[in-house]
């Protein structure tokens, strides 16, 4: 079965400096889908990101964007000019890219912008 | 459009009582999806549905757990009894046709079992 590591369980970041998340996972499969979920103090999870693995081009969105390592097995999600609504927890999820495969989150990072 | 709707947004009960968790995914949407998040195990998969079939139930962590999705528009979470460790958020999520496909997270019901 597949597993997802995120080790930094909080950080923070001055307002409109660049913060980086890590995420790592672990997989014998070829082709699957990262994520990055945003989830406020409101408890919604809102899709950040998300990553194909048979692309080679690190997906963006905005001031948001991924490092994404194949080989390494990381993804990082890096969040640019950081907003004071940035701060909220962020879970990164893998799938495998079966028909009935499910999303597998990491634990969870607390990131909190500082004024 | 609105959303995936749940209801309620906040539970309270007394062990050994029955809760039932209501969830209405996007419409249009054919996977549905019951996470159950806490401080000790973070974000858990209960079980999901395909096109109302649940198609993987084995995060339902005891028979005390059942989930039901009689038709596209609805699906329910039930515990009967509850115990004061099911306290949890409970989220539903709904995607156009499986989990590779953008989840959409309702708000969750926070319930707590006293």
Same mark, same amino acid.
């Given at each position: 079965a597949q597993t997802v590591t995120q080790s930094q369980p909080e950080m923070s970041v001055q307002e409109a400096e660049t913060v980086t998340l890590s995420c790592t996972y672990d997989t014998s499969e070829n082709n699957y889908y990262l994520f990055w979920y945003k989830q406020p103090p409101s408890r919604q999870m809102i899709l950040v990101i998300r990553q194909e693995a048979y692309k080679q081009q690190n997906a963006t969105e905005n001031r948001f964007s991924v490092n994404f390592q194949k080989a390494a097995k990381s993804f990082s999600l890096k969040i640019s000019?950081?907003?004071?609504?940035?701060t909220a927890m962020y879970f990164c999820a893998f799938s495998y890219t079966g028909a009935n495969s499910k999303l597998t989150f990491g634990k969870g990072i607390t990131l909190s912008v500082r004024p | 459009d609105a959303g995936v709707i749940q209801s309620p947004r906040h539970e309270v009960t007394e062990m050994g009582q029955e809760v039932t968790l209501r969830c209405k995914p996007i419409s249009g949407h054919n996977s549905l999806f019951w996470y159950r998040q806490t401080m000790m195990r973070g974000l858990e998969l209960l079980i999901y549905f395909n096109n109302n079939v =649940?198609? /993987?139930?084995?995060?339902?962590?005891?028979?005390r757990f059942s989930a039901k999705m009689p038709n596209a528009s609805f699906s329910t979470l039930k515990i009967q009894?509850?115990? =004061?460790? /099911?306290s949890a958020v409970y989220f539903c999520a709904s995607s156009?046709?499986?989990?590779?496909?953008t989840q959409y997270f309702g708000p969750g019901t926070r319930l707590t079992v006293l």
């Open positions: 000019d950081s907003q004071l609504g940035d | =649940p198609i /993987d139930d084995s995060g339902m962590p005891e028979d009894p509850s115990e =004061p460790r /099911d156009l046709m499986r989990s590779t496909d």
